[in-house]
């Protein structure tokens, strides 16, 4: 299965009168503006995504949402408590082995939990690059050997391919 692991665009992070908690956090239009490059530069990579599993935390949804749009995808947007902050990479697991018929999955959340299931996930163990907002990366995911292997990362600073 193709494993893409996204985190969120960029969001606030600052108080507001609404915004008093980091749930409640939105993106910037900056954050906004990077998710969107970044898809569509890699959305040929996502084409015929089957589910995408997104954190409940509303810059997580608005991420989900704009890659969604992006690649044109057909089916609803699934919110996932397994993707909040907290979760562990073993909750996340099930949720994959749950999802094991689908080809794709776009899973949408969080650092330091993104980086963490990287190494999980894949044969990737020593991480060389930090999992920027609006990161991407792709793992070869066999569910029966739960294991997979890192495919790449695709870093949206520098718009390239990290293998």
């Known amino acids: 299965m193709k ?18 908690t980091d749930g ?6 900056k954050g906004r503006k990077i998710s969107r490059d970044v898809f569509k530069k890699i959305k040929e990579e996502m084409r015929g995504l ?14 989900a949402e704009i890659l ?17 902050v907290s979760s562990t ?6 949720l994959v082995k749950r999802n094991s018929k689908n080809e ?4 949408i959340g ?3 939990m993104l980086g963490e299931l990287v190494t999980f996930l894949s044969d990737r163990k020593n991480l060389n690059f930090s999992f920027k907002k609006s990161g991407v990366c792709l793992i ?12 790449w990362y695709f870093d949206p600073k520098n718009h390239e391919y990290i293998k």
């Open 50 to 63: 089957d589910i995408i599993f997104t954190s409940p935390l509303i810059r997580a949804v608005q991420t």
């Open 140 to 151: 070869d995911f066999d569910c029966k050997k739960e294991t997979g292997n890192f495919i």
């Open 104 to 107: 794709s999955i776009a899973l």
């Open 68 to 84: 969604a749009n992006v690649i044109r995808f057909e089916n609803d947007v699934e919110v996932a408590g397994e993707l909040v």
């Open 3 to 20: 494993l893409f692991l996204i985190r969120h665009g960029e969001a606030i992070d600052y108080e507001t009168e609404s915004v008093k």
């Open 89 to 94: 990479s073993a909750k996340v697991l099930e």
């Open 110 to 112: 969080h650092e330091p």
């Open 24 to 29: 409640l956090r939105f993106m910037t239009p």
